[in-house]
């Protein structure tokens, strides 16, 4: 399990390389003030480990048989979490949903261990309203998976969580922020 010094460690290392100031238009359209660019921190090498460490901690030791993520930053998470859990000694495999532009001439859109039946944790970056992230998991059920748990590096608090417990999703982030980008650690 992380300790409340590596939550905090890795809630400084997300305002210290994460945090943009300066208006921003977020992927769901909407202006703000601030913005998380949180693949600054899962792309080094020590903030991709607690990265992978911290949702890893998150994610039911019994009955997932794979981590998946949408986008670039939920791709490149459950490749950290699926590596921490190898070094861990709780190995989980993973998969990425591709979007539309990575979509090769194959067709493909679930790349990685996948298969139809299997009971998926699926992880994401930054949860804002949600979108991308419900996209994704509508991807990976109509390819027959389950997900069992959704787990986020940062919920910016405007929707996103909601509407995913809404739909009936086990949802937990590691940190929030709050209307003017302050962040905080979740118990």
Known sequence: MATKI????????VEKWA???GEVTLASGEKSAYYYDLKRVILNPKGGYLAGKLVLDLIPREGISCVGGYGLGG?????NVMLVS???NRPIDAFSVLTESQIEEDGLQLVGIFSEGDV??????VVTKGGSIIKGIKIVEAAGGRVAK???LLDRQQGGSERLREM???????LRSDAVGNLYINE
Do not use: C, P, T
């Open 86 to 88: 190898g070094l861990e």
């Open 6 to 13: 590596e939550k905090e460690r890795f809630r400084e290392m």
């Open 120 to 125: 998926v944790a699926f992880v994401e970056d």
């Open 150 to 152: 959704v787990v986020a």
């Open 168 to 174: 009936g999703y086990d949802f937990s982030a590691i």
């Open 19 to 21: 945090l943009i100031r």
């Open 75 to 79: 791709q490149l998470l459950a490749y």
